[in-house]
C-alpha cells in the first residue's frame, strides 16, 4: 500500500486527545471572558461508562475502512496483464511493448498521486466545513460507481479506441485518487478520537490493501480465463469489498461505541474552537517544521523514492530465462513484484512498531531514507526492456526480488517511524496541526516521486 497510508492527517492518540481536552479547559477557566463557554460545554461533556467494543466490531470495520482506502490504486496497478492486452500492438503482437504499455503505469501513478495535495490543501481550509459522515459517504459512493464502471470498461473490446480508452482510465483514477485521499482523510479523523486499537487497524488495513489486491488477482489468472475476463472478475472482488465495507459503515455509526467516541471527538473540537489562544498556538507552523523537520525530510525522501521504481518501473521487469523461474509467467509480476513488495512493507510496519529507532536520534530516518537510492539504481540495471541507455546489469530475477524486498521492508519501516514518532516530538495541543504539516510532506512526496518516475524511465 502506499496511497494510502498515508495521504492524511496522523491520528491523534485517545489519551493525547483527552490530555489536550484538559489542557485546553484549564486555560480556558483561567479567562474570565470564556466562563460561561467553559461551564456549557461542562455541562454537554459526554461521561466516561465502561464501553465495551462488543466481538471488537468497530476495531474490525475500521481495519476495512483502513483497507478500502487503498484498495482502488492497488486493484489499478496490479492489473498488469490487462493493461497490457488492453494497450498491445493489434496488428503485429511481436513487436514488442508499445508507447502505451510503457508510460501507462507511470501516468497512472501520477493521476493517482497527484491530487493528493489538492486533497491535503482542501481538507485544511475546507474540511471542517463538511461533516466527515457527509465526506465518507459521499466518497464511498463515487468509488463504488467508478469501480464499477471500470470492472464494465476491461470486460469491453476497446481494440479500435485505444487512446480513448487509456485516457478514460487515467481519468478515473484521477477522479478516485481524490476520493480516496478525502475518505482516508475523513477516516483518520474520525478515528482520532477513538482508543488506539482502532487507530491501529486502520493503519494495518492499508497496508494489507496491496496484498488483498494480489491475492485476487492471482486467483483470477489461475482461473485461465482470457485477460479481459480475468480483470472482471477481479475487479468485481473489489467491488463487493467496497460494498461490505459501506454497508458496515453504515452499520458501525449506530452502535452506543461509535456514538460515545464520536460525541467526545466533536466535544474537544467545540473546546477548540472557543480557545482562540491555542488556536493561535497551533497555527505557529514553524515551531512544528523545526521541532520535526528530520521525520518530514525523511517521509518526503521514503515515498518519493518509492514511488519513482513502484510500480512504474517494477513492472517492466522480466525473467531472462522463463523456465528457470519458480513461478509460471503469467505470475511472476504478480509474486515476485507486488506481492513481495506489500509483504515486506506490512513486515516494516510491523517491525516499525517493535523496533523503532530512538526517539532522540531521527537523524537515522534520513540515512536510512537517503540510502534508499542504491536501491533505484540497482532496479534501474535491473532485466528492464524495453531500454534505450543503461545496461542491464542484474540479470538475475532472484536479485530483482531481494531489491523489491528491501524497497518495500525500507519502506514500511521508514514511514511508521516517522509517522509515530513525529508528534511525539511537539506538545499535545500541537499534534493535531502537525498531522495536516506530514500530509503536506507525504503529498509533496507522492507528488515528487510520481513526476520523477517518469523521467527515470527516459533515462533508461
Known sequence: MLAGEGYNRLPVDETDAIEEDNTLQTEN?????????????????????????????????????????????????????????????VNDSSSGSTQLQVYFNSYLSMANNVPNILVVL??????????????????????????????????VDSDNWQNAFFWIIIVSVLILGLCTGILASSISGVVSSFPSNCIQAVVLGQAIAGIFAVICQIISLRAHADPRSSAMYYFICADMLLI?????????????????????????LSIDNISERSIARRSDLIAICRAIWPHLLAV??????????????????????????????????????????????LLGRLIGKWFPF????????????????????????????????????????????????????????????SMFQAPLAVKPELQEKTGFIISAALGLGVFSGSIASNVVLRLI
Open 122 to 155: 482542501f481538507m485544511i481550509f475546507y474540511g471542517h466545513k463538511i461533516t466527515a459522515t457527509i465526506r465518507s459517504v459521499t466518497s464511498m459512493l463515487i468509488i463504488m460507481i467508478l469501480m464499477i464502471l471500470s470492472t464494465v470498461l476491461v470486460k
Open 244 to 268: 461490505i465495507a459501506f454497508v458496515a459503515y453504515l452499520i458501525a455509526r449506530k452502535t452506543p461505541y461509535y456514538r460515545f467516541y464520536r460525541k467526545r471527538g466533536m466535544f474537544t
Open 358 to 417: 530512538p526517539q532522540s536520534k531521527p537523524i537515522f530516518l534520513i540515512i536510512l531514507a537517503v540510502s534508499r537510492l542504491i536501491l533505484v539504481f540497482g532496479l534501474m540495471v535491473c532485466n528492464i526492456h524495453p531500454r534505450n541507455h543503461l545496461p542491464v546489469l542484474f540479470e538475475s530475477e532472484y536479485i530483482y526480488a531481494i531489491l523489491v524486498m528491501l524497497l518495500g521492508l525500507s519502506n514500511g519501516y521508514g514511514l511508521t517511524v
Open 300 to 345: 518526503f525522501l521514503i515515498l518519493s523514492i518509492t514511488l519513482i521504481v513502484y510500480p512504474p518501473l517494477l513492472v517492466l521487469v522480466a525473467p531472462k530465462n522463463k523456465d528457470s523461474v519458480i513461478v509460471s509467467e503469467e505470475l511472476f509480476l504478480p509474486i515476485f513484484c507486488f506481492l513481495l513488495f506489500n509483504i515486506n512493507d
Open 29 to 89: 477557566d483561567e479567562s474570565n471572558s470564556d466562563s460561561s463557554d467553559d461551564s456549557l460545554i461542562d455541562s454537554q461533556a459526554p461521561q466516561n461508562p465502561i464501553l465495551h467494543d462488543k466481538y471488537r466490531m468497530i476495531e474490525i470495520i475500521s481495519g476495512l475502512l483502513g483497507l478500502i482506502c487503498c484498495i482502488p490504486w492497488n486493484i489499478f496497478i496490479t492489473a498488469t496483464d490487462c493493461w497490457k492486452y488492453k494497450f498491445r500492438n
